[in-house]
């Protein structure tokens, strides 16, 4: 079955870049985008960017200069680097499966817990 | 960019009743609308996509339904697993997508 888990650090300090990995099986990623999605605490959800299945990238335009989203096809993972945190990056980081292309999120991972804080 | 505004932001209701919860979009999205139930401490679940196609697996008491820019979520029948954050989002200005803010629903 379809399955999607997000790993890194949980604690970062200001001006660090954070690094995320999110390990996916059941599907393949030349098949799917997955994009990755934050949920501040207590607060909605921001799509942040995604990764096509044909490879290319788009990233939503308020945190574009600062994020970059990569994938390694042979290992099913797919990276988020985001540099020059702050405090209000602190959140929940799940990556999600684009059903269709860009459709909407069929299968999310579990999230991953960031907090920017010195 | 395409914005996405839900209303309420949070509602009571009891057990048994219907609910609706609104989503209205800046612009025609032509029903490309996904509906999310998100439980605390869960990650969002696929309700319903395409405005009104419900999602394998879910409760046939959730519908959706709308078109344009206006768009709902109904529940019949609400049920206690039916507490949760529910979310709109559209996908229609690809690559972009927007979520609502979402509605809280509680039992009264």
């Known amino acids: 079955q379809v399955q999607l888990e997000e790993s890194g650090p949980g604690l970062m300090q200001p001006s660090e870049t954070l690094s995320l990995t999110c390990t996916v099986s059941g599907f393949s990623l030349t098949s799917n985008g997955v994009g990755w999605v934050r949920q501040p605490l207590g607060k909605g959800l921001v799509w942040m960017g995604t990764?096509?299945?044909?490879?290319?990238?788009n990233y939503n335009s308020a945190v574009q200069s600062r994020l970059s989203i990569s994938r390694d096809t042979s290992k099913s993972q797919v990276f988020l680097k985001m540099n020059s945190l702050q405090p209000e990056d602190t959140g929940t980081y799940y990556c999600?499966?684009?059903?269709?292309?860009?459709?909407?999120?069929?299968?999310w991972g579990q999230g991953t817990l960031v907090t920017v804080s010195s | 960019d395409i914005r996405m505004t839900q209303s309420p932001a949070s509602l009571s209701a009891s057990l048994g009743e219907t609910v609706n919860i609104e989503c209205l979009a800046s612009e025609d999205i032509y029903s490309d609308l996904a509906w999310y139930q998100q439980k605390p401490g869960k990650s969002p679940q696929l309700l319903i996509y395409?405005?009104?196609s419900l999602q394998n697996g879910v409760p046939s008491r959730f519908s959706g339904s709308g078109s344009g820019t206006q768009y709902s979520l109904k529940i019949n029948s609400l049920q206690s697993e039916d507490v949760a954050t529910y979310f709109c989002q559209q996908y229609n200005n690809y690559p972009m997508n927007t979520f609502g803010a979402g509605t809280k629903l509680e039992l009264k």
């Open positions: 395409n405005a009104n």
């Open positions: 999600a499966r684009h059903d269709g292309y860009g459709g909407p999120f069929a299968y």
């Open positions: 990764i096509w299945a044909g490879g290319s990238t």
